[in-house]
């Protein structure tokens, strides 16, 4: 059987919990020995056997984003020629997998790691490519083989978004962690180096700047943690201007009443963020709109606690009470995930925060619990397997 994977991030290109995915699904489906996997991604040249790269096309430069996207979608389509079955990641590579379906006469499965709709703000981002991504990925989805969703939440989305595809066809898969790669490592040095002291306790978060990630509601509630409490945000990739320019502002802000807030803009090597990771008391997820949300895997991995709000596939991961503290919220119905009231939503985040940093031995424990979890639950072998299911299904 020949698969070949379509996505728009593939290492040394990853920003996002989609191209993890696709870079370990990858990896758990060769291990196998009896898949020809191939992988078509955007950007540069790869060096990694069945793997391509697919650089803008030079004459759209100019063009709206979504455009630039589809382009690159025609090449990676045509050069999908003989393959049995296609699976594209994100409205990115959705245009290539239903157009190579369509010339190829093969399935096209769809993972489903976030949705248009869900994500109205992408038209500050996209302007009128918005309307274009929102079509690529209901054509895609409607016209799909399979639809695979990361979490039971995504699954209802996907439903709820797209009312005309057959439910039989939306399949849950989660997303996974390779518990080998991620765990505990301490380097006090590291940490230093990057302006947080190991002994004093922390709150970290890791994430794109976007508004589904939710930080300028995190910058609002670390507000309230003790003095002592230093905040470390590796956030970069900043989806637009504006959302820099609060997210700035907002650090700005705190950094007028409190000391030890670091912020490391550029995405860091695996081992730097496990050290940070590793010397965090508590990990922070704030995200209002989240699939599942690898991050929050990564840091159970590493013996970490997590609070979370509790939205989209979070509390098929975090455990309230067990491996961390789930914050409720109240969510505007426009597809945004806008709480319906955010000073209320600011101060539960607070009060989780609060407790984590609280109790350091109550955190350990709940960190200890996450570990237990993730390596239990959440292997990217039993992923991969499930996945060739869906695969095969297809196929008859």
Known sequence: MRVDILSKEYPPTIYGGAGVHVAELTRALRE??????????????????????????????????????????????ADCAGTDLVHSHTWYANFAGHTASLLEGVPHVVSAHSLEPMRPWKAEQLGGGYRLSSWIERTAYEGAAAVIAVSDGMRKDVLRSYPSIDPAKVKVVHNGIDSDLWKRAEDPDTVRRHGVDPDRPSVIFVGRITRQKGLPYLLRAVAELPPEVQIVLLAGAPDTPEIKAEVERLI??????????????????????????????????????EPLGIVNLEAMACDLPVVATATGGIPEVVVDGETGWLVPIEQVQDGSGTP??????????ANALNAAVSDPDRAARFGQAGRARAVESFSWSRIGDETLTVYRDVLG
């Open 32 to 77: 196998r020995g009896d898949i020809d996997v191939r992988v078509r991604a955007f950007g540069p040249p790869r060096d990694e056997e069945g793997t391509t790269g697919y650089a803008d096309l030079p004459a759209l430069e100019d063009a709206n984003p979504a455009l630039v996207t589809m382009g690159v979608d025609l090449a990676i389509a």
């Open 252 to 289: 700005d802000d705190l950094r007028q009443t409190r000391d030890g807030v670091v912020w490391v803009p550029e995405m860091l090597p695996r081992a730097e963020v496990i050290a940070l990771l590793s010397a965090a008391t508590v990990f922070v997820c704030p995200s209002v709109y």
């Open 340 to 349: 319906v009231d955010p000073d209320r939503f600011v101060a539960d985040l």
